[in-house]
Structures are given as structure tokens and as C-alpha cells.
């Protein structure tokens, strides 16, 4: 078994998350997607990390995890207050700008 | 056992038997996990199977020789962000699941042919991409690999590292600010409570308890006032909507019909307490309706 396994499962698990995020209308749900894209790029930093024996990848992944919990306390909140005004989490449902 | 740990899980240029094991046991439960995110109709469900696919990638750092961002990977990913999905779906709703009304036309298999398209391109470039001999994390990791990290982060990103705190300072105001209601309406405490209270004349003191004969089951059987007519309200509000109080209505009658007896009067509805000869309107209704007869018994509740 060589390292390119890693890389493959990363690219699997990547292309699901994308799926999720382009197939399901649950506002959470689609953000759990973007969650999967970010841990498959970290699953492929890390694994180049070794391929070249340099530490940077680790440190890559450390600051995209970082950002992400960022990302994910705004985002969730952004959701928390959509679903106050409009008792909804849909992404279909947030049209008040369509003519 | 750690050198043995060690052996296993050095993150070195070839992978080993254990690794190799790992991998293979790891890798279908991730994607049947990432697939269960695609497909679960329940957003518990998809936040539970990220949950498993996290955790397997943790196990996958540590195997590779990322110790470091193994255990970052549990306290942060799986233990502080999946925590509040969690929470926030608690806040939406636990059941809430997606609604399969298409908004757009085409959009599903236009997602399917995205989704499909990317794998494939993905898939290309691995296939494709030349890579160079694996070098192996031993000698980056040579003191051990949160050192070696550290080294990383505080010599060459250091500003990245203190614009990374500034970015979470303003992800956490941002958060308190979007979740943020200001109150349109004045604060009710205990004091104006009770003032309302006070000016809509309720009871203010408890309300009386129901009456306690032996012949009953005490909690159905209203209270009598002073002038022996039963008070409904001291009922349990459950039983009175269940239904399950004992009548009102056949209490008073019978009360009447027992006070007439015994004071020998037509009229004896307002008859104020000093007016009856018993002098004690709450036991006397009992004690006559035993002389009474049987005829005058409960419905037997």
C-alpha cells in the first residue's frame, strides 16, 4: 500500500461532501458538507506532509481547522437568525431578494 | 507498548502491516459515513455519521505521524464544531429533514452530473500526478511532533498565528451580534408580576385545597366556602379537565338538600354561617348526610 490511497479517500470523501453541499436543501446539512470538504483537504495536507517530510502541511491543516471553526460559528449563527425570522433552516426559502 | 505504538504508527516512508490494516478498516466505514451525510433524510442522522468520519480522520493523522492535529482533530472538530451543530439543531428542531420540493428545475441532476464530474476530475488527477519518493516524517518529527509544529508555527507563521486570533475574536462578536434580539417589550420581573397580580384581583394567596371526606377520593371533592356551597377552583386543574371532579352541581344540591333538612328552612342558599344552628357549615353537611340515607351517595369516582 503506498501513500496515494490516502490521496484517493481524500478525493472520494471530497467529492461526497461536494455532492452534499450542490444535492441537499437543509441549510445545516449543506454546511456539514462544506465541514467534509475542509477535513478532505486536510486528510490530503497531511498526507503530503509526510510524502515530502516537511511539517508545513500539518501546519496548514492546523490554521484551515482553525478557520473553520471560525467559519462555523458565524455560519451557524448566520442560520440560527435566518431561522428566527422565517421558521425555516431550507435554503429554497430565503428568497425575499427575488423580484 | 509505545515503542511498539511507535513502530506501528511512526508515519514513516512505507506504510506498515498495522498502518495498512488501519487504513483498510478505516476507509469503508469513512465513506459509507460520508455517504450516510449524503443520503440521511434526518439532519441528526447526517451530523452523527460526520461525527464517525471525523473521528476515523483522527485516527488517520495519528497513523501518519500527525499526533498533533490527531488530537486537535477530536477537541476541535468533533468536540467543539459538531457540538454545535448539535446545538443549533437542537435550537431548529430535532426532526427537521428536507423538503423535496424542486425549486428549480433540474437542479437535482444537474447536482448529480456536478458531483459526479468532480469525482472524476479528482480521480484524473490523481491518476495522473507523478509523485516523488515518500521522505517520511521521522526526521521532522524529530523531537516529537507537537514540537516540531510548534517550531513551524512560531518561527515561519507567526503573523498568520496572531491574525488567526484576531479572526476568532471577531467569529465570536460576529456570532453574538447576528444571534443578538433587542427586547421590544418591558422586562416583567418578579415585583411587576406581582403588581399585575395585585390589579387583575386573582387569588392572591394559594388556592384552598380540595375537600377531604373519607367517602371519597379527596381530590375530586371541591371545598366548601362558609356558606357550605362547594368552590370549584379547588379542584386540581388537571382533574377539572379530565373531567374526573366529582359534580359541583350534585354537591350543592345535595349540601342544600342536607341543610334544609337540618334547619328545617326552604331557602337555605345564603344562609350565612352564624344563621345555622350546627354552627359548623364544613362538618355538618357531612354528618347529616349520613343520617340522610343512601340515596344521597356519591357516583362512587
Known amino acids: ?99 | 507498548m509505545s515503542t511498539v505504538l511507535h513502530a506501528a504508527l511512526a508515519g514513516g516512508t512505507q506504510t506498515s502491516g498495522a498502518e495498512e490494516a488501519l487504513f483498510w478498516v478505516l476507509a469503508p466505514v469513512m465513506v459509507l459515513a460520508a455517504l450516510g451525510l449524503l443520503f440521511a433524510r434526518k439532519a441528526v442522522h447526517a451530523a452523527l455519521s460526520l461525527i464517525v468520519v471525523m473521528i476515523s480522520l483522527a485516527f488517520m493523522y495519528v497513523a501518519q505521524g500527525a499526533v498533533f492535529l490527531g488530537v486537535v482533530q477530536v477537541v476541535v472538530y468533533t468536540g467543539a464544531i459538531m457540538m454545535l451543530f448539535l446545538f443549533v439543531l437542537m435550537l431548529v428542531g430535532v426532526g427537521s429533514s428536507d423538503s423535496l420540493v424542486e425549486t428549480i428545475r433540474g437542479q437535482r441532476w444537474a447536482g448529480w452530473i456536478a458531483g459526479l464530474g468532480l469525482a472524476a476530475v479528482l480521480a484524473g488527477v490523481l491518476g495522473t500526478a507523478i509523485y516523488p519518493d515518500p521522505v517520511g516524517l521521522d526526521a521532522a518529527n524529530a523531537p516529537s511532533n507537537p514540537e516540531g509544529v510548534a517550531h513551524v508555527i512560531f518561527s515561519q507563521h507567526v503573523f498568520a498565528m496572531e491574525v488567526v486570533g484576531a479572526l476568532l475574536v471577531t467569529a465570536a462578536l460576529g456570532a453574538l451580534v447576528l444571534t443578538h434580539r433587542r427586547r421590544l417589550t418591558p422586562k416583567r420581573g418578579q415585583r411587576e408580576l406581582a403588581d399585575l397580580r395585585v390589579e387583575g384581583g386573582h387569588h392572591l394567596a394559594p388556592l384552598p385545597a380540595p375537600g377531604v371526606y373519607a367517602r371519597h377520593n379527596a381530590m375530586d371533592v371541591p371545598a366548601l366556602d362558609p356558606y357550605g356551597n362547594p368552590i370549584e377552583s379547588s379542584v386540581p386543574r388537571v382533574l377539572r379537565v379530565r373531567g374526573q371532579e366529582a359534580d359541583a352541581a350534585e354537591y350543592a344540591a345535595r349540601i342544600d338538600r342536607v341543610l334544609a333538612g337540618r334547619s328545617a328552612k326552604g331557602d337555605v342558599e345564603n344562609t350565612p354561617p352564624e344563621a345555622d344552628p350546627a354552627g359548623q357549615p364544613v362538618n355538618a353537611p357531612d354528618i347529616a348526610d349520613a343520617v340522610a340515607g343512601v340515596d344521597l351517595e356519591g357516583d362512587g369516582k
Open chain 1, 1 to 99: 500500500m503506498s501513500l496515494d490511497h490516502y490521496l484517493v479517500l481524500a478525493g472520494i470523501l471530497f467529492s461526497i461532501g461536494a455532492a452534499t453541499v450542490l444535492l441537499r436543501r437543509n441549510a445545516i446539512i449543506v454546511f456539514m458538507g462544506v465541514e467534509l470538504m475542509l477535513n478532505a483537504t486536510n486528510l490530503l495536507l497531511v498526507t503530503f506532509s509526510r510524502l515530502h517530510g516537511q511539517l508545513d502541511g500539518q501546519v496548514l491543516a492546523f490554521f484551515v481547522m482553525v478557520v473553520a471553526a471560525a467559519e462555523v460559528v458565524v455560519g451557524l449563527a448566520i442560520i440560527v437568525s435566518i431561522y428566527r425570522t422565517r421558521r425555516s433552516a431550507s435554503v429554497d426559502d430565503v428568497n425575499l431578494l427575488k423580484s
